[in-house]
Protein backbone atom coordinates (compact mmCIF):
# COMPACT_ATOMS: atom_id res chain seq x y z
CA UNK A 1 0.00 0.00 0.00
CA UNK A 2 1.56 3.33 -0.78
CA UNK A 3 2.66 5.40 2.06
CA UNK A 4 0.57 8.37 2.30
CA UNK A 5 -3.70 7.71 0.57
CA UNK A 6 -5.56 10.87 0.01
CA UNK A 7 -8.11 12.20 -1.31
CA UNK A 8 -8.30 12.75 -4.69
CA UNK A 9 -10.31 14.88 -7.56
CA UNK A 10 -11.54 12.71 -10.19
CA UNK A 11 -10.70 15.46 -12.91
CA UNK A 12 -6.56 14.88 -11.42
CA UNK A 13 -7.25 10.98 -11.89
CA UNK A 14 -8.57 10.90 -14.63
CA UNK A 15 -5.21 12.33 -16.48
CA UNK A 16 -3.13 9.24 -15.60
CA UNK A 17 -4.31 7.44 -18.60
CA UNK A 18 -1.07 5.72 -20.33
CA UNK A 19 1.17 2.83 -20.12
CA UNK A 20 3.21 4.26 -17.78
CA UNK A 21 1.20 6.08 -15.88
CA UNK A 22 -2.09 4.31 -15.11
CA UNK A 23 -4.57 5.22 -12.53
CA UNK A 24 -7.73 3.45 -11.55
CA UNK A 25 -10.81 4.30 -9.85
CA UNK A 26 -12.54 0.70 -8.25
CA UNK A 27 -14.66 0.62 -4.97
CA UNK A 28 -14.38 -1.77 -2.84
CA UNK A 29 -16.80 -0.57 -0.26
CA UNK A 30 -20.31 -1.80 -1.69
CA UNK A 31 -20.54 -4.58 -3.96
CA UNK A 32 -23.94 -6.42 -4.69
CA UNK A 33 -24.28 -9.13 -1.78
CA UNK A 34 -24.45 -6.28 0.54
CA UNK A 35 -26.68 -4.44 -0.89
CA UNK A 36 -28.86 -7.36 -1.65
CA UNK A 37 -28.72 -7.58 2.45
CA UNK A 38 -30.23 -4.44 2.62
CA UNK A 39 -32.87 -4.88 0.49
CA UNK A 40 -33.97 -8.29 1.95
CA UNK A 41 -33.75 -6.29 5.37
CA UNK A 42 -36.34 -4.20 4.34
CA UNK A 43 -38.84 -6.65 2.90
CA UNK A 44 -38.36 -9.53 5.19
CA UNK A 45 -37.56 -7.72 8.20
CA UNK A 46 -39.68 -4.58 7.95
CA UNK A 47 -42.49 -5.16 5.57
CA UNK A 48 -43.37 -8.72 6.37
CA UNK A 49 -42.41 -8.04 9.99
CA UNK A 50 -41.12 -11.52 9.93
CA UNK A 51 -37.87 -11.46 11.96
CA UNK A 52 -34.75 -11.61 9.84
CA UNK A 53 -31.00 -12.37 11.60
CA UNK A 54 -30.68 -8.75 12.13
CA UNK A 55 -33.93 -8.36 13.73
CA UNK A 56 -33.42 -11.22 15.54
CA UNK A 57 -30.20 -10.23 17.23
CA UNK A 58 -31.75 -6.98 17.94
CA UNK A 59 -34.64 -8.36 19.61
CA UNK A 60 -32.54 -10.72 22.09
CA UNK A 61 -30.25 -7.92 23.23
CA UNK A 62 -32.76 -5.72 23.86
CA UNK A 63 -36.51 -6.96 23.82
CA UNK A 64 -36.25 -9.87 26.24
CA UNK A 65 -33.42 -9.39 28.44
CA UNK A 66 -34.61 -5.55 29.37
CA UNK A 67 -38.37 -5.34 29.00
CA UNK A 68 -40.08 -5.32 31.98
CA UNK A 69 -43.64 -5.69 31.19
CA UNK A 70 -45.63 -6.23 27.95
CA UNK A 71 -45.85 -2.28 26.62
CA UNK A 72 -42.25 -1.86 27.08
CA UNK A 73 -41.57 -5.11 24.85
CA UNK A 74 -43.43 -3.73 22.16
CA UNK A 75 -42.37 -0.59 22.07
CA UNK A 76 -38.75 -2.78 21.72
CA UNK A 77 -40.03 -4.28 19.34
CA UNK A 78 -41.44 -1.25 17.44
CA UNK A 79 -38.19 0.23 17.64
CA UNK A 80 -36.18 -2.83 16.16
CA UNK A 81 -38.49 -2.53 13.15
CA UNK A 82 -37.74 1.32 12.54
CA UNK A 83 -33.75 0.76 13.59
CA UNK A 84 -34.07 -1.36 10.59
CA UNK A 85 -35.82 0.54 8.31
CA UNK A 86 -33.19 3.46 8.75
CA UNK A 87 -30.68 1.54 8.26
CA UNK A 88 -31.98 0.57 4.98
CA UNK A 89 -33.02 3.47 3.89
CA UNK A 90 -29.58 5.08 4.58
CA UNK A 91 -27.85 2.32 3.04
CA UNK A 92 -29.72 2.84 -0.22
CA UNK A 93 -29.88 6.65 -0.34
CA UNK A 94 -25.79 6.46 0.22
CA UNK A 95 -25.97 4.02 -2.94
CA UNK A 96 -27.96 5.71 -4.83
CA UNK A 97 -25.67 9.05 -4.86
CA UNK A 98 -22.21 7.38 -4.83
CA UNK A 99 -21.49 8.58 -1.37
CA UNK A 100 -19.29 5.48 -0.68
CA UNK A 101 -15.74 6.67 -1.47
CA UNK A 102 -14.18 4.82 -4.26
CA UNK A 103 -10.39 3.72 -3.96
CA UNK A 104 -8.00 5.31 -6.15
CA UNK A 105 -5.21 2.40 -7.22
CA UNK A 106 -1.46 3.10 -9.18
CA UNK A 107 -0.99 0.60 -11.11
CA UNK A 108 1.56 1.47 -13.48
CA UNK A 109 4.07 -0.63 -12.01
CA UNK A 110 1.71 -3.73 -12.58
CA UNK A 111 0.98 -3.01 -16.22
CA UNK A 112 3.58 -5.66 -17.71
CA UNK A 113 2.45 -8.38 -15.33
CA UNK A 114 -1.63 -7.81 -15.51
CA UNK A 115 -2.53 -11.29 -16.85
CA UNK A 116 -5.60 -9.50 -18.73
CA UNK A 117 -3.46 -7.29 -20.12
CA UNK A 118 -2.47 -3.62 -20.04
CA UNK A 119 -4.94 -2.12 -22.74
CA UNK A 120 -7.71 -3.49 -20.51
CA UNK A 121 -6.35 -1.32 -17.64
CA UNK A 122 -5.79 1.83 -19.77
CA UNK A 123 -9.60 1.92 -21.16
CA UNK A 124 -10.58 1.24 -17.52
CA UNK A 125 -9.09 4.61 -16.81
CA UNK A 126 -11.02 7.72 -16.51
CA UNK A 127 -14.32 6.37 -15.15
CA UNK A 128 -15.60 4.11 -12.56
CA UNK A 129 -13.64 0.85 -13.71
CA UNK A 130 -15.80 -1.21 -10.57
CA UNK A 131 -18.19 -2.91 -12.84
CA UNK A 132 -15.37 -3.61 -15.34
CA UNK A 133 -13.58 -5.14 -12.73
CA UNK A 134 -16.22 -6.97 -11.24
CA UNK A 135 -16.87 -8.26 -14.49
CA UNK A 136 -13.86 -10.39 -15.03
CA UNK A 137 -14.72 -11.86 -11.72
CA UNK A 138 -11.48 -11.17 -10.32
CA UNK A 139 -9.89 -14.06 -7.56
CA UNK A 140 -9.63 -13.08 -4.11
CA UNK A 141 -5.79 -13.07 -4.74
CA UNK A 142 -6.42 -10.40 -6.94
CA UNK A 143 -8.16 -8.24 -4.92
CA UNK A 144 -5.71 -8.66 -1.97
CA UNK A 145 -2.95 -7.71 -4.45
CA UNK A 146 -5.24 -4.09 -4.71
CA UNK A 147 -3.86 -3.11 -1.42
CA UNK A 148 0.15 -2.69 -3.14
CA UNK A 149 -1.28 -0.54 -5.37
CA UNK A 150 -3.89 1.60 -3.02
CA UNK A 151 -2.95 5.42 -3.08
CA UNK A 152 -6.15 7.10 -1.96
CA UNK A 153 -9.84 7.61 -2.31
CA UNK A 154 -11.95 9.93 -4.75
CA UNK A 155 -13.43 12.83 -3.78
CA UNK A 156 -17.14 11.22 -4.15
CA UNK A 157 -18.35 15.21 -4.84
CA UNK A 158 -16.22 15.71 -7.96
CA UNK A 159 -17.49 12.43 -9.65
CA UNK A 160 -19.10 13.20 -12.53
CA UNK A 161 -22.64 11.82 -12.42
CA UNK A 162 -24.33 9.75 -14.96
CA UNK A 163 -24.81 11.58 -18.51
CA UNK A 164 -28.65 11.43 -19.06
CA UNK A 165 -29.76 10.03 -22.17
CA UNK A 166 -30.52 13.25 -24.23
CA UNK A 167 -32.17 11.42 -27.89
CA UNK A 168 -30.23 12.77 -30.90
CA UNK A 169 -32.70 15.64 -32.24
CA UNK A 170 -34.68 14.60 -35.60
CA UNK A 171 -34.61 16.66 -38.45
CA UNK A 172 -38.11 18.63 -38.71
CA UNK A 173 -40.41 16.18 -40.62
CA UNK A 174 -41.82 18.25 -43.71
CA UNK A 175 -45.01 16.47 -44.79
CA UNK A 176 -46.06 18.30 -47.89
CA UNK A 177 -43.11 16.81 -49.68
CA UNK A 178 -43.65 13.29 -48.84
CA UNK A 179 -44.72 10.93 -51.71
CA UNK A 180 -48.14 9.97 -49.34
CA UNK A 181 -49.24 13.44 -48.86
CA UNK A 182 -49.36 13.84 -52.54
CA UNK A 183 -51.32 10.30 -53.13
CA UNK A 184 -54.11 11.98 -50.43
CA UNK A 185 -54.08 15.01 -52.19
CA UNK A 186 -54.26 13.02 -55.22
CA UNK A 187 -57.07 10.76 -53.88
CA UNK A 188 -59.32 13.87 -52.93
CA UNK A 189 -58.45 15.73 -56.49
CA UNK A 190 -59.29 13.30 -59.02
CA UNK A 191 -62.91 12.36 -57.89
CA UNK A 192 -63.48 16.34 -58.19
CA UNK A 193 -61.82 16.57 -61.53
CA UNK A 194 -64.07 13.35 -62.78
CA UNK A 195 -67.22 14.77 -61.02
CA UNK A 196 -66.06 18.64 -63.06
CA UNK A 197 -65.70 16.79 -66.11
CA UNK A 198 -68.65 14.92 -65.98
CA UNK A 199 -70.50 18.06 -65.56
CA UNK A 200 -69.20 19.83 -68.05
CA UNK A 201 -69.71 16.76 -70.80
CA UNK A 202 -73.70 16.84 -69.52
CA UNK A 203 -73.66 20.91 -69.89
CA UNK A 204 -72.62 20.55 -73.26
CA UNK A 205 -74.58 17.42 -74.50
CA UNK A 206 -77.51 18.88 -73.20
CA UNK A 207 -77.13 22.45 -75.35
CA UNK A 208 -76.33 20.42 -78.53
C1 LIG B 1 -5.84 -3.03 -9.22
C2 LIG B 1 -6.56 -3.54 -10.18
C3 LIG B 1 -6.40 -4.95 -10.74
C4 LIG B 1 -5.70 -6.01 -10.28
C5 LIG B 1 -4.81 -6.11 -9.03
C6 LIG B 1 -5.94 -7.10 -11.22
C7 LIG B 1 -5.39 -8.37 -11.09
C8 LIG B 1 -5.67 -9.42 -11.93
C9 LIG B 1 -5.23 -10.79 -11.72
C10 LIG B 1 -4.38 -11.27 -10.56
C11 LIG B 1 -5.73 -11.53 -12.73
C12 LIG B 1 -5.58 -13.04 -12.93
C13 LIG B 1 -6.90 -13.75 -12.69
C14 LIG B 1 -7.36 -13.63 -11.23
O1 LIG B 1 -6.58 -13.98 -10.33
O2 LIG B 1 -8.49 -13.19 -11.04
C15 LIG B 1 -6.44 -10.64 -13.61
C16 LIG B 1 -7.05 -11.02 -14.77
C17 LIG B 1 -7.75 -10.18 -15.59
N1 LIG B 1 -8.08 -8.88 -15.34
FE1 LIG B 1 -7.40 -7.77 -13.77
N2 LIG B 1 -6.76 -6.68 -12.21
C18 LIG B 1 -7.08 -5.37 -11.96
C19 LIG B 1 -7.91 -4.56 -12.68
C20 LIG B 1 -8.57 -4.95 -13.82
C21 LIG B 1 -9.51 -4.14 -14.56
C22 LIG B 1 -9.96 -2.73 -14.19
C23 LIG B 1 -9.91 -4.88 -15.62
C24 LIG B 1 -10.91 -4.57 -16.71
C25 LIG B 1 -11.10 -3.52 -17.32
C26 LIG B 1 -9.24 -6.14 -15.57
C27 LIG B 1 -9.37 -7.15 -16.49
C28 LIG B 1 -8.82 -8.39 -16.38
C29 LIG B 1 -8.97 -9.43 -17.38
C30 LIG B 1 -9.72 -9.32 -18.71
C31 LIG B 1 -8.30 -10.55 -16.87
C32 LIG B 1 -8.14 -11.89 -17.57
C33 LIG B 1 -9.20 -12.83 -17.09
C34 LIG B 1 -9.04 -14.18 -17.74
O3 LIG B 1 -8.31 -14.30 -18.69
O4 LIG B 1 -9.65 -15.08 -17.20
N3 LIG B 1 -8.44 -6.15 -14.45
N4 LIG B 1 -6.42 -9.37 -13.09
Known amino acids: MASDPKI?????????????DCWLIISGKVNPPSLLIHISYLFIGVQERNM???HMKFWDTFSLKKAKNLKQLLWY??????????HCHFALVLEKNKWFYMQVYDVSSFMDDHPGG??????????????DFEDVGHSDSAREMMDK?????????????KRAYIPLEQPA????????????ILQIL???????LAFAVRHY????
Do not use: W
Open 8 to 20: HQFEEVATHNKTK
Open 52 to 54: SRL
Open 77 to 86: DYLCHEMLLI
Open 118 to 131: DEVLISATGKDATN
Open 149 to 161: YYIGDIDPSTVPR
Open 173 to 184: YNQDKTPEFIIK
Open 190 to 196: VPLLILG
Open 205 to 208: TKKE
